[in-house]
């Protein structure tokens, strides 16, 4: 399936890097690409794309603008790209599929690409109608006791903003002051404790395993008993960790993950 892409930036040279980048992939097919927010809201009501690179700052209709104008209109994956990072927390809030800051990095956009084409090979098709409710919804204002949790991770790495699924992620170990969290083939890591990320992530199935270790719940394959009355807790991808005594009520957790 072509991965249908508008692009939508104010300066033509900043088009052009784009339209050369996504033209190595032949599994993307530019469909519209537009210099201004109301070139871009025509353009995604026209053509329905998958995926719209959509620029943040724009003279008159802002990116986000032309988020709020889809009102009730099928809406794509989108992946904002700016020169700012200030907007990054407002363009996660708004549950955006990435974040690019210019210039673009080469292995940073490849990235991205990758994370589009996982999406739209699990979901098939773009369910529009609970993506336009989520991403209006986050554009709306809020009291801060109403925010609701939100469901990815800012990992900055690099100059970069990187939004993490927790579904993307294997398992986190904690090294002192750092995390260290993997996913699959890539790990970031992240300044923060191992008890404020296991708060947070619990809700998608995940339990600590270890004082130092917080598992994916669904990345278990097997648990071997030792003889010492711990666990050995093997994942999909062959990691091996221990399941401490002191945290075993994680049987449970696992028991009733895969009933």
């Given at each position: 399936?072509?991965?249908?892409?508008?692009?939508?930036?104010?300066?033509?040279?900043?088009?052009?890097?784009?339209?050369?980048?996504?033209?190595?992939?032949?599994?993307?097919?530019?469909?519209?690409?537009?210099?201004?927010?109301?070139?871009?809201i025509d353009?995604?009501?026209?053509?329905?794309?998958?995926?719209?690179?959509?620029?943040?700052?724009?003279?008159?209709?802002?990116?986000?603008?032309?988020?709020?104008?889809?009102?009730?209109?099928?809406?794509?994956?989108?992946?904002?790209?700016?020169?700012?990072?200030?907007?990054?927390?407002?363009?996660?809030?708004?549950?955006?599929?990435?974040?690019?800051?210019?210039?673009?990095?080469?292995?940073?956009?490849?990235?991205?690409?990758?994370?589009?084409?996982?999406c739209l090979?699990?979901?098939?098709?773009?369910?529009?109608?609970?993506?336009?409710?989520?991403?209006?919804?986050?554009?709306?204002?809020?009291?801060?006791?109403?925010?609701?949790?939100?469901?990815?991770?800012?990992?900055?790495?690099?100059?970069?903003?990187?939004?993490?699924?927790?579904?993307?992620?294997?398992?986190?170990?904690?090294?002192?002051?750092?995390?260290?969290?993997?996913?699959?083939?890539?790990?970031?890591?992240?300044?923060?404790?191992?008890?404020?990320?296991?708060?947070?992530?619990?809700?998608?199935?995940?339990?600590?395993?270890?004082?130092?270790?917080?598992?994916?719940?669904?990345?278990?394959?097997?648990?071997?008993?030792?003889?010492?009355?711990?666990?050995?807790?093997?994942?999909?991808?062959?990691?091996?960790?221990?399941?401490?005594?002191?945290?075993?009520?994680?049987?449970?957790?696992?028991?009733?993950?895969?009933l």
């Amino acid at each position: 399936m072509k991965m249908r892409t508008v692009i939508v930036d104010d300066e033509e040279l900043a088009r052009r890097g784009m339209r050369a980048r996504l033209g190595k992939w032949a599994d993307v097919e530019i469909v519209a690409e537009c210099k201004n927010g109301r070139q871009a809201i025509d353009a995604i009501r026209r053509t329905s794309p998958h995926l719209v690179f959509l620029d943040v700052q724009m003279p008159g209709k802002t990116g986000f603008d032309v988020i709020e104008a889809l009102d009730g209109q099928p809406l794509p994956y989108i992946v904002f790209v700016t020169a700012y990072d200030q907007h990054a927390i407002r363009a996660f809030q708004v549950h955006a599929l990435d974040y690019l800051l210019k210039p673009i990095d080469d292995a940073r956009f490849e990235q991205t690409l990758e994370r589009a084409r996982s999406c739209l090979a699990r979901d098939g098709r773009v369910d529009f109608g609970s993506r336009v409710a989520s991403l209006l919804e986050g554009l709306r204002p809020a009291e801060p006791s109403s925010l609701r949790m939100p469901d990815r991770l800012v990992v900055r790495s690099g100059g970069h903003v990187i939004f993490l699924r927790p579904a993307e992620i294997d398992w986190i170990e904690a090294t002192g002051d750092y995390l260290t969290l993997h996913c699959g083939k890539k790990s970031w890591l992240q300044r923060a404790t191992l008890t404020a990320i296991e708060e947070k992530l619990r809700p998608h199935g995940f339990a600590r395993v270890h004082r130092s270790a917080i598992v994916n719940l669904r990345r278990i394959s097997e648990m071997k008993s030792l003889d010492n009355g711990e666990f050995l807790v093997r994942l999909d991808n062959g990691t091996e960790l221990k399941l401490s005594r002191s945290y075993r009520h994680i049987l449970q957790h696992l028991v009733r993950e895969r009933l």
